[in-house]
């Protein structure tokens, strides 16, 4: 049990300190940001061990010697100091299994600090001062939330840590609570990271940070680290954590050696309490039939701007960190309100502009419009060929790096990372995205003309793994179900019925997927909507041929007495041709490169479309 864990923690205590070397720390000699940064050139440079090179360190750094004292791994999210752990780990034969569908499966490396912050970027990825073993279903419920106090809890640990709302000022949220035990641990595993990393953190994205280099945190979530902090004080195995892992890595977390250094480092500076100034010039600068586009002047603040809120009829739509910000979704024929809030680095709100008005345009008949970009194909074919397809029918171009794929192995366990595999560029209105596993046969499809081709695991999937998409790192859209093992689409090609147009993050595939045999890549770049008409033309008033094509091809316009409006798209939403013709019945057109294509004609109110084919 843990009868003699006191003795250790002064034995440890004694003996920690004194294994700090000598004059590690001579040149910290200063106070406030000045001492944080004279640690930082204590501690940087360190060696990099490598991703895997974690479970080296782990067999030194995170043994229980503590508690049970029995030579498990210790784990943060599974140990119970005042009694039998739920479940215990090996060091080397219950690491990195894959299958994390319940607690005490196997454990994998958990960063307190997501890696999806830094973007995987090494040294980070590996620095075992804030990646420590956890259990793979724990470090699941987990995944990237801020660690906080949580209001109630949606979902608990068989040792008591939590999943739930933050009760952290300014952040309501999710946020990961960790049992009392091991809050001082999580806290200076952070005050750890904003001092190592002081040359990069100002660039990181998270809810804890307020986008500086010498604070790094938030007021807020600044206090609560040092509540915790205090609470939980350091102890043996934090020491002897120290100790292993500068033997490995040949640097310090100097909290632990110093937990002094805390108070001296960031309480000798005021919160700040200055809200920014308003943003001014406020406008409307563009309007189409579901969106309208905003522009205004940058607010100030004595720290820094970290966002704009953006209202709609005086409710919040969305945030934007630039000056321009698009409003999508909205109505036809519609006149809305909006005005725009600046929040500073510090979570202080500016006033609001003065709010100006701006109206859609009506509809031209273009039929359903998607209000997010969603799968449309799914091909798991012979071998290597696996495909994506992703559709935007929104009525604009979207932008692609907001979004991301992710892949469950097995139906079990977490995502394959954190960040995924990122998509690149735009997408136009009415366009489709073909992403490739970059092995795939040139018979069913080249991967060289999809708009990505990738050897990325998780474009290697099989019939039983989850597909996700990710827009800011918010599941939206899902091939497969989660938690879920068995088969779902093996050996098949998947195309969203056209009466589907939006996304699902529950996997119905009787009701929304079309279901082909496998290797039918011919439908991949193109995609329909029931009342959008893109597809083989539904109505008589126009013909194509030949297709497919040598490069030239004709138009044939049935009524030449109403203006047609006749435009050619790329699969990768590129605008290779337009005309307006006004009287001619037969159009044609030449010198069309090698590819596949997207033909749209307009005639009044009527819309078609046909792709294709230039050989």
């Not at 100790?243 to 108070?263: L, W």
């Not at 790096?401 to 394959?416: H, R």
């Amino acid at each position: 049990m843990k009868k003699n864990y006191f003795l250790l923690l002064l034995m440890f205590t004694a003996v920690g300190f004194a294994q700090i070397p000598s004059g590690y720390y001579n040149t910290a000699t200063g106070t406030g940001y000045t001492l944080k940064t004279q640690l930082y050139n204590i501690i940087k440079g360190h060696t990099d061990n490598g991703y895997g090179g974690l479970y080296t360190t782990y067999a030194t750094s995170d043994i229980d010697n503590f508690y049970e004292n029995d030579g498990s791994v210790l784990d943060m999210y599974s140990e119970n100091p005042s009694g039998t752990d739920p479940y215990n780990y090996s060091i080397a034969t219950t690491q990195r299994c894959g299958n994390y569908v319940n607690e005490g499966d196997c454990y994998n490396r958990e960063h307190i600090i997501p890696q999806s912050v830094f973007n995987e970027q090494s040294p980070m990825v590996a620095d075992a001062h804030f990646i420590t073993p956890t259990d793979g279903k724990v470090n699941g419920v987990r995944s990237n939330y801020p660690h906080g106090v949580v209001v109630s809890a949606t979902e608990t640990s068989l040792n008591g840590s939590k999943l739930g709302p933050s009760t952290t000022a300014g952040y309501s949220g999710l946020v990961f609570e960790p049992i009392d035990e091991f809050k001082g641990d999580i806290a200076r595993m952070y005050f750890y990271f904003a001092t190592r990393y002081e040359n990069t953190v100002a660039g990181y994205s998270y809810p804890m940070f307020n986008g500086t280099s010498n604070k790094v945190f938030t007021p807020a979530f600044l206090s609560q680290l040092i509540a915790w902090h205090n609470q939980d004080p350091v102890n043996a195995r934090e020491i002897a954590r120290n100790n292993a892992i500068y033997a490995r890595q040949n640097n310090r977390n100097p909290y632990i050696d110093h937990p002094e250094y805390v108070a001296a480092v960031w309480t000798t500076e005021a919160d700040d309490t200055t809200p920014p100034s308003a943003a001014s010039n406020l406008a409307v600068t563009a309007s189409t039939s579901n969106t309208i586009s905003l522009s205004w002047t940058a607010a100030t603040d004595n720290v820094g701007i970290a966002s704009y809120a953006i209202y709609v009829n005086n409710i919040f739509k969305q945030n934007e960190t630039g000056t321009t910000a698009t409003i999508a979704g909205l109505t036809p024929s519609t006149t809305y309100s909006f005005y725009v809030i600046a929040k500073d680095t510090s979570n202080n709100l500016s006033l609001a502009t003065s709010s100006v008005d701006g109206s859609t345009t009506a509809s031209t008949g273009g039929g359903t419009i998607a209000n997010e970009i969603f799968f449309t194909e799914y091909i798991e074919g012979s071998g290597n060929n696996k495909y994506l397809e992703i559709s935007n029918f929104t009525g604009s171009t979207v932008d692609l790096t907001k979004y991301a794929i992710k892949k469950q192995i097995n139906g079990a366990g977490p995502w394959t990372s954190t960040a995924g595999l990122p998509l690149t560029g735009t997408l136009a209105h009415g366009a489709s995205y073909v992403i490739a596993y970059n092995l795939g046969l040139t018979t069913c499809f080249n991967p060289a003309n999809a708009n990505l081709s990738s050897g990325a695991t998780e474009l290697q999937f099989n019939g039983n793994d989850p597909i996700g998409l990710f827009k800011n790192d918010v599941l939206i859209d899902i091939i497969g179900t989660l938690g879920n093992t068995a088969n779902f689409s093996i050996d098949e090609t998947l195309r969203r019925k056209p009466s589907i147009s939006a996304p699902n993050t529950t996997f119905n595939k009787t009701a929304e997927w079309d279901v082909y045999a496998k290797d039918k890549c011919d439908g991949l770049g193109t995609h329909s909507l029931a009342n959008l008409a893109v597809g083989d033309f539904d109505f008589g008033d126009v013909s194509l041929y030949p297709n497919p094509s040598n490069g030239q091809f004709t138009i044939q316009l049935k009524d030449a007495s109403e203006k047609s409006n006749i435009e050619i798209v790329s699969i990768l939403g590129q605008k290779v041709f337009t005309k307006t013709n006004n009287d001619a019945l037969l159009v044609t057109i030449n010198n069309i490169p090698k590819g596949i294509y997207i033909v749209h004609i307009t005639q009044g109110i009527k819309t078609s479309s046909k792709k294709i084919i230039i050989n």
